[in-house]
């Protein structure tokens, strides 16, 4: 069974641009959830997905929104890009929602540089 | 503020030698908790998990014990090999205010096995 895939690997961008990435979780997974990875503040959670509805948030501003598609990929997007978004992005996916305790599965991310 | 601490942020062991990673929550209210490890360049991988109406679980050369009096958990790895080498992270899940859950992650420690 394939793993949860994270599209692109890395990417580099530059202030004030925006950005897409792609998650695509294990086949049967319906829940994804969405954290960001960096040296200072560790992991933390963005938000999490279930059926194409935002169940939970993070504290992160608005400029970080996600989505999820009826087949249950999903995809994050942050606008006006600060140097402080560098980070790792994470996704992670489980066959229920977050708030079931089912373990949550993870991608190997996707590096995000900015400029 | 929300966290989920380990006690040490580095262990070398010798390989053979059994393993102790601790971690210290904070939310008394959560009732499932997840031990991942990170390698290099990859995601956090699921290693154990453990639901609070248990005070240990065991897997494959790991065992998780579960202290819920002074919030506390600890993973095992006994005969701790090369391939052990990563950091590890305890995370516990957070249900949200009315739905969705998150899961919080301590700050990792890092394990590094000496041949």
């Known amino acids: 069974k394939a793993g949860v895939t994270q599209t692109p690997r890395y990417l580099i961008k530059t202030r004030g641009q925006q950005v897409t990435l792609s998650c695509s979780p294990i086949?049967?997974?319906?829940?994804v959830s969405w954290y960001q990875q960096t040296p200072g503040q560790g992991l933390q959670f963005l938000f999490e997905?279930?059926?194409?509805?935002?169940?939970n948030k993070g504290n992160f501003p608005g400029r970080f929104s996600g989505r999820q598609f009826s087949n249950s990929r999903s995809e994050m997007n942050v606008s006006t890009l600060e140097l402080g978004d560098s980070a790792l992005y994470l996704c992670?996916?489980?066959?229920?929602?977050?708030?079931?305790?089912?373990?949550?599965?993870f991608g190997d991310g996707t590096r995000l540089s900015i400029l | 503020g929300e966290s989920v601490g380990l006690h040490l942020p580095t262990l070398s062991v010798q390989e053979g030698d059994n393993s102790i990673i601790n971690c210290a929550y904070s939310?008394?209210?959560?009732?499932?908790f997840i031990w991942y490890k990170q390698e290099s360049g990859k995601g956090p991988q699921f290693i154990i998990d453990?639901?609070?109406?248990?005070d240990k679980r065991q897997g494959q050369r790991v065992t998780v014990l579960l202290n819920k009096t002074v919030k506390h958990l600890s993973l095992q790895i006994a005969a701790t090999q090369p391939g052990d080498s990563a950091v590890y992270f305890c995370?516990?899940?957070?249900?949200?205010?009315?739905?969705?859950?998150?899961?919080?992650f301590g700050q990792g420690t890092e394990l590094s096995v000496k041949p």
């Open positions: 992670a996916s489980s066959l229920e929602p977050a708030d079931s305790n089912q373990p949550q599965h």
């Open positions: 086949s049967g997974h319906r829940s």
């Open positions: 997905y279930f059926s194409e509805t935002q169940r």
């Open positions: 939310n008394s209210a959560s009732d499932y």
């Open positions: 453990i639901r609070s109406n248990m």
């Open positions: 995370a516990e899940n957070v249900r949200g205010g009315r739905q969705g859950g998150k899961l919080i």
